[in-house]
């Protein structure tokens, strides 16, 4: 019943496989080397090409070559420069190319990473990636020296995921320190990391990191499988791939989890998940995610576990306020007056004296305010960001209802709805709750609590029939699995869960990934 | 062909929904006035008897759905027809139990909707979670069964905590011997819910682990017999035989005498959340026995493509079946006595002495 919606899949896959065959070798000249590049490049200003002679050998130029701004320019300068022109007073006067080319290699270059590269694309990219290439005339193959260095934003405290206790670093754009970020917490020969690039034009780096022996063999096979089908011209954001390998496209639920926390990104590699990370965003994805997921905080397991499990209960409590309360609010107005209390009736009557419109009408107008001025104040200029809170309290609070637009009962409503979808932890769980809110409003509206327990009840099938990498989204409520309640809505004491950590390096029966147990007849 | 798959639990919860999905609002066994729960208790000894009778067809063809083996049993075409009376028959009941959610809904708190939108949007629903398969259906069972559990807890306090609960209303037991409560036994409370339970010979083939669906469908039937029963008891207790008797809907009656606090009461709107939970999964397993049989006698591979189609023929049943929901309950006792015992007891007793007999031969 998934499928997978790829429409771009087909065709960039034909035009992968045609650069492939044009693969060319590099020229033994390297004058003839540099103008290709130069065609290449167009003649870009921030290309440095440098000509120059290795010590005393005379003969035979070389070249360095780099892009400016993307490699370290005193790098460069120091460990090949430096080094081959130099330093290198003791290679051979007059060897043949192949020779010196050798001893660059072996005794003049001192850099810890070198590699040599044959193909002419390999070598473009290794420029663009902020290598060093150096080529020497009459040999065909190049050296390239890592010398990239740019600068970085520095590692931040979490925006979107903050905490009272427990760690404050972020991710950041770099993934090589957000790779050093995870290592630096797990210090595992286990912990492995895989690495890809994706995007035909912005070739992003993108890696998956699991442990070995926790996360299960068909998931890191899955995520490999599903990252080598996408096709497409640039990863900017770990959004990009979550569309690509997400299991179902028509849903509003989330089926990856995102977040900017190392310490939520290593405790789910604890729990056998993978962490994909991309570079160039501070949001590492994790598959596979369940719905439940989305309620946890890394606090939780840094608070007590009494204190923690308050306060998911509250988050449930919370979700479910966001979702309802303005169609609970309908229902009741509209269809179940019996079920206030009677001086509850009386007054919300009272308050509804003289406005013009049916309840479902002033709540859909007060909740796409609310919409507007939440996406308001998310755009809009900083500086003019009071503007936005000033008007939005005074429209929704003071003028609406002294204009006899909108009972006052209705503001309490929207208020309520809105503070609750703030308190949810994870944001795209809560912009589900957003768009479903409209539908069980208008369900309220036509049927009162009938129609809501009927949506309701087609909300969790259509929840039931999603998988994420194949674990059901509402695992382990349905699927029903006493063992696994211990961390959904309570949060037992650690001591509780204890087996799990001592099982980590083999593979283990009491900690899998993706234990959807067998009845899960896919 | 079979694979999706359901685990014990949700075989459990799925007929634990079913049996006390309609049984609990509209009530049952009163003709037998005090001592109805003494009849229904009754009656879940017959339930065991037919789930018993069930499972011995079940372990002799244990791929395969009632209408497989009646026509391995009969041989294609008479197998064939008793298989085209048991579409007809689930199709008459899915849409019987969808005309009790469009009275139920209409007479209580939807009054003025007309009733064609209020059956309407229900099969909707279901046609949306047969759609998903049985698998879905199951793990969704499992989660509102959860929820009407709670529910049905808080009410069942809430009873305690009002001080409605009479307990004398009962005595005396037996006042009129035993002769109208075996009556009303044979004439309501086997065949309603327990009868009804032959659907879930389609539904047997999907679960997982063979080897306890005995035991779990043992468990099923008593705790959702005792279920009916306690909860018949409460309502004779709190409302007196006389109002029971006479009231359309005896725990809706019975619940909006809760009044707690000054805050909690009315609550005859919950107790209509529980009836459309439960009513929604039972119109929901006759649905889909009626699409496997039909899947199964005509060979039909997408048995997707059925679902739209019947939900209509379901849909338009469940309207013109009677005038009004008197004449509808009326009927529903005349079926109860005359054509449930055929589906329920009849065929399948037929079956178990052709496969005994085949057995005895053969060997």
């Keep these: ?522 | 062909m079979v694979k999706e798959k359901i685990s014990l639990l949700q075989f459990f919860v799925l007929l634990n929904l079913f049996v006390y999905g309609t049984n609990l609002v509209v009530g049952s066994g009163l003709d037998a006035k005090k001592d109805a729960w003494i009849a229904i208790l009754i009656g879940v000894a017959g339930g065991i008897l037919l789930f018993l009778m069930y499972y011995y067809l079940y372990t002799l063809y244990p791929d395969l759905s009632l209408v497989g083996y009646s026509q391995k049993l009969l041989g294609k075409y008479a197998g064939g027809f008793i298989g085209l009376l048991y579409i007809i028959f689930f199709i008459y009941e899915a849409a019987r139990d969808l005309r009790d959610v469009g009275g139920v809904i209409g007479a209580t708190v939807l009054n003025e909707t007309p009733m064609i939108f209020i059956s309407g949007v229900m099969i909707l629903a279901i046609a949306y979670i047969i759609y998903l398969g049985i698998e879905v259906l199951a793990r969704t069972a499992e989660i509102f069964w959860g929820f009407v559990v709670i529910l049905g807890a808080l009410g069942s306090l809430f009873f305690y905590f009002s001080g409605l609960i009479d307990v004398k209303q009962l005595l005396p037991l037996l006042e009129s011997g035993w002769k109208p409560v075996l009556k009303a036994v044979y004439t309501n409370t086997i065949m309603f819910p327990f009868g009804e339970m032959v659907a879930f010979t389609f539904i047997l083939p999907y679960i997982e682990k063979k080897k306890q669906v005995l035991k779990v469908g043992m468990a099923a039937v008593i705790v959702s017999g005792l279920l009916i029963t306690y909860s018949t008891a409460i309502n004779l207790s709190v409302l007196g035989v006389d109002i029971m008797t006479r009231s359309q809907f005896p725990l809706l009656s019975a619940v909006q005498g809760i009044e707690i606090m000054n805050f909690i009461e009315h609550l005859d709107v919950m107790a209509v959340l529980v009836l459309i939970i439960g009513v929604f999964f039972k119109i929901s397993v006759f649905y889909y026995a009626a699409i496997v049989a039909m899947a199964d006698l005509f060979k039909v591979t997408h048995k997707k493509r059925l679902i739209f189609p019947t939900a209509i023929i379901i849909l338009n049943t469940s309207l013109i079946i009677a005038g009004n929901f008197t004449e509808h309950l009326n009927e529903g006792k005349f079926v109860l006595r005359t054509i449930f015992p055929i589906f329920a007891v009849g065929f399948p007793v037929l079956y178990c002495l052709i496969a005994f007999f085949k057995s005895k031969v053969t060997r």
């Design chain 1, 1 to 522: 019943m998934s499928f997978h919606w790829n429409p771009f899949q087909k065709k960039n896959h034909d035009n992968n496989t045609d650069k492939k065959q044009v693969e060319s070798p590099l020229h033994k000249d390297i004058s003839e080397n540099i103008a290709k590049l130069k065609l290449e490049f167009g003649d870009s200003t921030e290309i440095v090409i440098r000509t120059f002679h290795i010590g005393r050998h005379k003969d035979l130029p070389a070249v360095a070559i780099y892009m400016e701004g993307l490699a370290d320019q005193n790098f460069v300068n120091k460990f090949i420069m430096e080094s081959l022109m130099l330093h290198s007073s003791d290679i051979e006067e007059h060897a043949s190319s192949k020779a010196l080319f050798q001893s660059i290699k072996m005794n003049a270059l001192t850099l810890s990473n070198v590699k040599i590269l044959k193909v002419w694309d390999e070598l473009v990219l290794s420029i663009l990636s902020g290598s060093t290439i150096i080529m020497i005339d009459g040999w065909n193959e190049a050296l390239v020296g890592e010398t990239q260095g740019w600068e970085e934003r520095a590692i931040t405290e979490p925006t979107s995921q903050t905490v009272v206790r427990g760690p404050k670093d972020a991710f950041t754009e770099s993934i090589k320190i957000n790779v050093t970020l995870i290592r630096k917490r797990i210090k595992s020969a286990n912990l492995r990391m895989e690495t890809v690039q994706i995007g035909e034009v912005s070739r992003t780096q993108i890696a998956y990191m699991y442990i070995q022996g926790i996360a299960k063999e068909d998931l890191v096979q899955e995520v490999k499988s599903r990252l080598d089908k996408i096709h497409t011209d640039s990863i900017l954001e770990s959004g990009n791939i979550e569309e690509f390998i997400q299991d179902q496209m028509l849903t509003p639920f989330p089926q990856l989890i995102n977040t900017e926390r190392p310490d939520a990104a290593v405790g789910n590699l604890l729990e056998g998940r993978v962490v994909i990370l991309i570079n160039g965003t501070p949001f590492v994805l994790i598959a596979p995610a369940t719905f439940f997921q989305f309620f946890q905080s890394p606090e939780d397991y840094y608070q007590r576990a009494d204190i923690a499990t308050f306060m998911r209960l509250l988050r449930f409590l919370v979700f479910f306020i966001s979702l309802l309360a303005p169609s609970i609010y309908i229902a009741l107005t509209t269809f179940h007056q019996q079920m206030l209390p009677f001086p509850l009736l009386i007054n919300i009557a009272a308050q509804r004296e003289g406005i013009p419109f049916p309840a479902f009408i002033e709540a859909l107008i007060m909740e796409v305010t609310f919409e507007i001025l939440r996406e308001a104040g998310i755009r809009m200029p900083r500086a003019v960001g009071q503007a936005v809170s000033i008007v939005g309290a005074i429209v929704i609070g003071e003028a609406a209802v002294q204009a006899g637009i909108i009972s006052p009962a209705m503001v309490i409503v929207v208020g309520i709805t809105a503070i609750s979808s703030f308190a949810i932890p994870s944001f795209n769980i809560a912009i589900s709750a957003r768009i479903l809110r409209f539908i069980f409003m208008a369900s309220a509206a036509m049927a009162g609590f009938y129609g809501m327990t009927l949506t309701a009840i087609v909300v969790v099938a259509h929840m039931n029939s999603l998988r994420s990498f194949g674990v059901p989204y509402l695992k382990p409520l349905s699927p029903f699995s006493l063992s696994e309640q211990k961390d959904i809505f309570l949060r037992l004491p650690q001591w509780f869960s204890q087996k799990k950590l001592s099982t980590i390096g083999n593979a283990n029966e009491i900690k899998k990934p993706t234990n959807q147990a067998s009845q899960d007849g896919d």
